[in-house]
């Protein structure tokens, strides 16, 4: 994606009679996946739209594992506990999400990685001042004055909302007014479609169209109206 950007003014604009000024990102199902490493970590990307996506593919991945009956997932006691690192689950991967995915990459700085127990079911609990203090400024350095919309079908059972939630909650509640990150300015939309399976439906695109134009209309002034809500259509 870095190097698409990169590049891309040379073949739209070959005698640079324009300039790409701002660059948003959309993916749904695995491009949601990467839709949220591609806004936590290029610097160009000022919004996304993530569409059936989850931020937390280690959560995605085990709760399948556990669905699945996979041997790697029910050959330990208990079940699920040397599922990280397997062959299931190999532990280039496993380093690789620490770089890269929303929920690895912020609660490697402050928790023991990979985690005991892979499958998160409960809340995320809420940092120490201590821990505050050294995630404040990776958050901000990733995300601040950027636009997230996350879409995502409440009846989805192929990528849960249930897997990404404990994170989307502990960021909102982050980033949000009363939040030990809110001065980042950083806008998060978190839209549950009830009823709606593993799909882009006309809603979804219609309420991506409304989030992009805005984007647009808003410029490099988007950091001024940041927004932070959830809601269910």
Request: net charge neutral; aromatic share 8%.
């Amino acid at each position: 994606m870095s190097t698409l950007i990169d590049y891309m003014g040379c073949y739209l604009f070959p005698k640079s009679e324009r300039k790409i000024t701002n660059n948003l990102v959309l993916g749904a199902s695995l491009g949601g996946h990467a839709a949220w490493g591609c806004i936590l970590h290029e610097p160009r990307i000022t919004s996304a739209t993530i569409i059936v996506g989850c931020p937390d593919y280690i959560n995605l991945m085990t709760d399948r594992a556990e669905r699945s009956k996979l041997a790697t997932w029910a050959s330990s006691s208990p079940a699920g506990f040397h599922f990280l690192g397997s062959e299931s689950f190999p532990q280039p991967l496993v380093d690789t999400l620490k770089n890269w995915d929303p929920t690895s990459f912020f609660l490697s700085h402050i928790s023991e990685y990979p985690p005991k127990e892979p499958k998160r079911n409960g809340p995320i609990p809420d940092p120490t001042e201590e821990e505050k203090n050294i995630l404040r400024p990776v958050v901000k350095r990733c995300l601040a004055g950027k636009k997230i919309l996350v879409l995502s079908g409440g009846a989805d059972k192929l990528v849960p909302y249930a897997r990404g939630e404990p994170f989307l909650t502990w960021l909102k509640k982050a980033i949000g007014p009363e939040g030990w990150c809110a001065e980042g300015k950083i806008s998060l939309e978190d839209i549950i479609f009830e009823g709606v399976g593993h799909q882009v439906t006309s809603a979804m695109r219609d309420e991506a169209v409304r989030f992009i134009g805005d984007c647009l209309a808003a410029g490099q002034d988007s950091s001024k109206s940041a927004v932070v809500r959830t809601s269910k259509m």
